[in-house]
Every structure is written in structure tokens, then in C-alpha cells.
């Protein structure tokens, strides 16, 4: 039998799929684990496990049956104090246990971020009840922004313009957590004039940045990014500085996307994954080592000598409309007849309201060519139910 490393894969979307398949291009053996049961990366794992990952025993149980090389999160929502306790009793959690915990609700990274690095941010307030929401959305002022602190991919988040919406971004955010726990951070709504992700890599030769990653959200969620996104040579000083400064803080090996605000006149920090990026999908197309590569290259403490952009690109999300049990995707023949262009089909068992199902990417010599082109695409993509 060959010999090699283990990987368990906390988290089964469509990001560790494209993780384990690079892994398993290592010769790795790979483990996946999710709260249900055929999720994406559990297609092409070796093994996998289907367990509540926001219970501290049933994370222990799977992690001390199979006694893995390495813990690789892929989510957010995860009994992450019990990582830290596996962290002590020398198991490795990538980047760092520390940084999965901070990272797991929007306060711990906020305030390290904010308070303790001096990044710049939007202001914030958090609250646990209604009373103390109300008073701090008053303070922050509108319109504002709320989201539960333990959510991602923009469940439960909502911009509330005036005192009349109140009740309903808290409803909101009460029913779109990850768990039912009251938290939510009020935000000041933040008029930047783009979005970016900075693909941040720290491995054992040091720390990269990729070219930045524009991007468009809605509802909280992405519907398309490309790369390179045109920033000025001072932008990308500033955002290179936070990317570093935070990262650095947060240690370890591995891939980060730092998601930042640009302003006419300054560049906020917004948020972290000490992961790889939903957004970082183009990266598939657009990079000699896609961010699923360098994460692996980077958590196996193998050398990454360059990163090199190959081509401009772009990616379009499918978002399922409905929730439906039995679905296909039709019209991915189509989207396959635009210049440049792939489809990935993430497989996902059932669907729901805005869910991502499948990803249009494209290439071209210019980044706008490549959004229409990855645009054409997706209008071709439909989830159909059967
Ligand atoms: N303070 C703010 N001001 C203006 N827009 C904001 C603010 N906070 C969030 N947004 C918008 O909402 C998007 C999603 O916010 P955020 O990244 O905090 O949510 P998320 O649920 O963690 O998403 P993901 O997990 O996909 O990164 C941001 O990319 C931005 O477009
Ligand atoms: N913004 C974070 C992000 O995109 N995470 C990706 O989405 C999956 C959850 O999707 P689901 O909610 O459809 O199961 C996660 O497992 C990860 O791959
Ligand atoms: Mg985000």
C-alpha cells in the first residue's frame, strides 16, 4: 500500500471538494465530514462522516478514530474549542486552532482585527436581546448592517434603512444563524465604491498575495467575481499591508481571503476565511495553482516559487431558486458552447432558496470579456426540478 498523510476535512461544500481533489493529486488520503450526508466533497473522498461538526464530542470521536496528519476546516461552524483542545494534545488544525476560533463568529476576528491590529473597519456593536439591538443600531445609525455573529454566504444578514425595519432584521438574523444563539453584530453600512478578495498564502517559503479579486454581492452572497480587479498602486499597498498584518496574526500555513472594502479613500478590512474563498473559485481557471492547490501546497509545507496569473477570468454562480429534493441542471451543453468556459456542478443532494448549486467560470484576454462570457454561460444554466 502507499504510505501518505491523512487529511480531514471539517466541512464538505463545494470548496473542500476542489480541496480533497487536489489533496488526493498529492497522494493523499483524505476524509470528509459534513452535517449531511453526500455533500460534495464527500463525492470524491476517500471516507466520510456525517456528524453534527458543532457538537465538541462527535468532532473528538471522528478525530480520535481516525487520527489524522492534518484538520482542514472548510466552514466556519464548528465546535472550534474542541479544535483547540486536539491542538493541544498535538493534533494540527489548519492554519491554527486559534485561528478557526476567532474566525468562527464575527466578534473574535472584529475586534482582533479592529482593536488589537488597529485595521480599519466599519464601526460595529453587538448584541445578545432586542433591547440591546435596538439601542445599538441607534448609536451606529442607518441605514446599518446585521448579520448573526456565527453565519456565512449572507444567512440571516440584512441592511436595515430606519427605525420601522428593526423588528424584521432581527427576525431575520434570528432565523438565519448557524446556530440559534441571539448574537448579532449592527455594522455601519460602508459606501465603497468596489469590493475585493485578497487571496493571501502563507507557506513555508513565505507570504504571497494573489492578483485581487473583484466581486458583486447580493443579499450578502456572491453572484460573480473576477480577477484581476484594477486597483491603484496605493490600493494595493493598503490592501497587501492588512492582508499581511492580519494573516500574520493568525498564523500557521495556508490560504486566507481576506475580503476588503475600497473607498474613494481608504480600504477596510471587512472579514477573513483562514480558507479558501467562495470568490477565489475563478482562481480554478485563471491561475497555474488555483487557491485549492496552494492551500494543499501550502499546508503540506511544500514550496509555492511563484503564483502566476495565466489568464484573466471570471465566475458566475448558479443559485438554486426553490427548495426541491430531486433536481438537474439543464443546460450546461449550452453554457459549454461560450468561448473559454467550464461548468462545475457541486452535486449537492437537495436545494434550497439561494443555495449554490453549480459554477460557471470563463477566461478571456480582458476580465470584462470574461464576466460576459461567464455570464453568457450562466444564463444557459438552469436547476430544474424531477
Ligand atoms: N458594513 C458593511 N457595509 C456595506 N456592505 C456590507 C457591510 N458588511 C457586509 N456588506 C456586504 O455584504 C457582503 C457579505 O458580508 P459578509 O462578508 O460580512 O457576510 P458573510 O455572510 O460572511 O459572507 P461570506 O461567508 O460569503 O464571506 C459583503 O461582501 C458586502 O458586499
Ligand atoms: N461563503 C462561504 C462558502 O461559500 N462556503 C462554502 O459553501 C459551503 C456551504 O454551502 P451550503 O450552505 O450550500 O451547504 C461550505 O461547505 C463551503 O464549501
Ligand atoms: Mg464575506
Known amino acids: 500500500m502507499y504510505q501518505t498523510k491523512k487529511v480531514l476535512l471539517l466541512g464538505s461544500g463545494e470548496l473542500g471538494k476542489e480541496v480533497i481533489i487536489e489533496a488526493q493529486r498529492l497522494g493523499l488520503e483524505t476524509i470528509a465530514v459534513d452535517r449531511y450526508e453526500h455533500a460534495p466533497a464527500m463525492q470524491v473522498a476517500h471516507r466520510s462522516y456525517c456528524v453534527d ?40 488544525v489548519i492554519p491554527t486552532a486559534r485561528a478557526a476560533k476567532l474566525t468562527m463568529d464575527r466578534e473574535g476576528i472584529r475586534r482582533l482585527a479592529s482593536e488589537t491590529l488597529k485595521l480599519p473597519t466599519a464601526q460595529y456593536k453587538f448584541a445578545d436581546t432586542y433591547e440591546e439591538f435596538v439601542l445599538g443600531a441607534k448609536e451606529i445609525g442607518f441605514p446599518c448592517v446585521i448579520k448573526p455573529i456565527m453565519s456565512s454566504s449572507g444567512k440571516g444578514q440584512s441592511v436595515c434603512r430606519s427605525e420601522e425595519e428593526l423588528e424584521e432584521c432581527w427576525n431575520i438574523a434570528m432565523e438565519g444563524g448557524r446556530v440559534q444563539n441571539g448574537r448579532v453584530i449592527i455594522e455601519e453600512f460602508i459606501r465603497f465604491e468596489s469590493e475585493i478578495t485578497l487571496l493571501t498564502v502563507r507557506a ?6 494573489c492578483a485581487p479579486i473583484g466581486h458583486i454581492q447580493k443579499d450578502g452572497d456572491y453572484i460573480e467575481s473576477w480577477q484581476p480587479h484594477h486597483m491603484t498602486e496605493a490600493q494595493i499597498e493598503e490592501a497587501e499591508k492588512i492582508a499581511k498584518a492580519i494573516t500574520d496574526e493568525l498564523g500557521g500555513y495556508g490560504i486566507f481571503g481576506v475580503e476588503l472594502f475600497l473607498a474613494e479613500d481608504k ?22 495553482l488555483s487557491e485549492f492547490a496552494l492551500h494543499v501546497r501550502a499546508i503540506l509545507g511544500f514550496p509555492i516559487p511563484e503564483i502566476t496569473q495565466l489568464s484573466p477570468g471570471a465566475s458566475r454562480p448558479l443559485k438554486a431558486k426553490t427548495e426541491v429534493n430531486d433536481y438537474t441542471i439543464t443546460g450546461i451543453e449550452e453554457a459549454l458552447a461560450v468561448p473559454n468556459t467550464q461548468v462545475r456542478v457541486f452535486g449537492k443532494p437537495v436545494t434550497k432558496v439561494g443555495r449554490r448549486i453549480a459554477v460557471a ?21 438552469q436547476m430544474k426540478e424531477v
Open 53 to 92: 461538526m458543532l457538537n465538541p464530542d462527535k468532532v473528538r470521536e471522528v478525530v480520535e478514530k481516525e487520527q489524522p496528519d492534518l484538520i482542514v476546516p472548510e466552514i466556519e461552524a464548528i465546535a472550534t474549542s474542541e479544535l483547540v483542545k486536539l491542538e493541544e494534545e498535538g493534533f494540527r
Open 361 to 381: 467560470l470563463s477566461t478571456a484576454e480582458t476580465a470584462e470579456q470574461a464576466r460576459d462570457y461567464a455570464g453568457q454561460a450562466l444564463e444557459k444554466l
Open 267 to 288: 480600504v477596510y478590512f471587512s472579514e477573513v476565511s483562514p480558507r479558501p474563498h467562495d470568490t477565489g473559485l475563478v482562481t480554478l481557471v485563471t491561475q497555474n
Open 204 to 209: 513555508v517559503n513565505g507570504t504571497m498575495f
